[in-house]
Every structure is written in structure tokens, then in C-alpha cells.
């Protein structure tokens, strides 16, 4: 079993950074493909960001060319640097994995939460 933690979240300006980290437990991260979803409020959850266990990465177009998504295998963790944010990257943001991700998703994290003031 594989339990996620997020942290990072907080209230940023905007225009400015925040780095998001998800410390994964257990011996099997290495093996998986992870990622990054958010949930605004009243709006469906929408998939942010993956890696898969080789390194490849993928972006949403919303946040393309401003988040990066990396993992360090050693530490069990995966990152989303966040850059030049606006009010609309306000939301939860959730850590999730699996063998098949995003495909399917086994492992979800609690989220945190990303606040950016105008």
C-alpha cells in the first residue's frame, strides 16, 4: 500500500511561485507513473500534470510553459513547481499514482491548497 502527503500549498501573490511536494510511502514509488490534479471550487477536478516512472512528462494547456512536474525516486517524492500563477490556478491540488496512471488511478493524496491573490 502506498500513501500520499502533499505539502507546499499556501497563498501566494500573483505572478509569483510556490513548489508543491508529494512524499509517497512504501518501496514501489520508483515503479510508478505520478501526477498532479485540482479541483477549484464548484468545478470538476481536472488533471494537472504527470510523469512516468522514466521521467516523460506531460501538461495540461493551461498550465503549460508555467508548472514543471519532477520526481526525485530516491526521496519517495514528486514536485510541481508552479510558476507565474494567476487566480485561476486556485484550487486543491492532489497528488496521484498508479501502475496504469493516469489511465487508472490507485493512489490518491489529501491535497492542499493553493491560494493565489490578485
Known amino acids: 500500500q502506498v500513501q500520499l502527503v502533499e505539502s507546499g500549498g499556501g497563498l501566494v501573490q500573483a505572478g509569483g511561485s510556490l513548489r508543491l511536494s508529494c512524499a509517497a510511502s512504501?518501496?514501489?514509488?520508483?515503479?510508478?507513473?505520478m501526477g498532479w490534479h485540482r479541483q477549484a471550487p464548484g468545478k470538476q477536478r481536472e488533471l494537472v500534470a504527470t510523469i512516468t516512472k522514466d521521467g516523460s512528462t506531460s501538461y495540461s494547456d493551461s498550465v503549460k510553459g508555467r508548472f514543471t512536474i519532477s520526481r526525485d525516486n530516491a526521496k519517495n517524492t514528486v514536485y510541481l513547481q508552479m510558476d507565474s500563477l494567476n487566480p485561476e490556478d486556485t484550487a486543491v491540488y492532489y497528488c496521484?499514482?498508479?501502475?496504469?496512471?493516469?489511465?487508472?488511478?490507485?493512489?490518491w493524496g489529501q491535497g492542499t491548497q493553493v491560494t493565489v491573490s490578485a
Open positions: 496521484a499514482g498508479g501502475f496504469s496512471y493516469p489511465a487508472r488511478i490507485t493512489y
Open positions: 512504501g518501496s514501489i514509488f520508483s515503479i510508478l507513473s
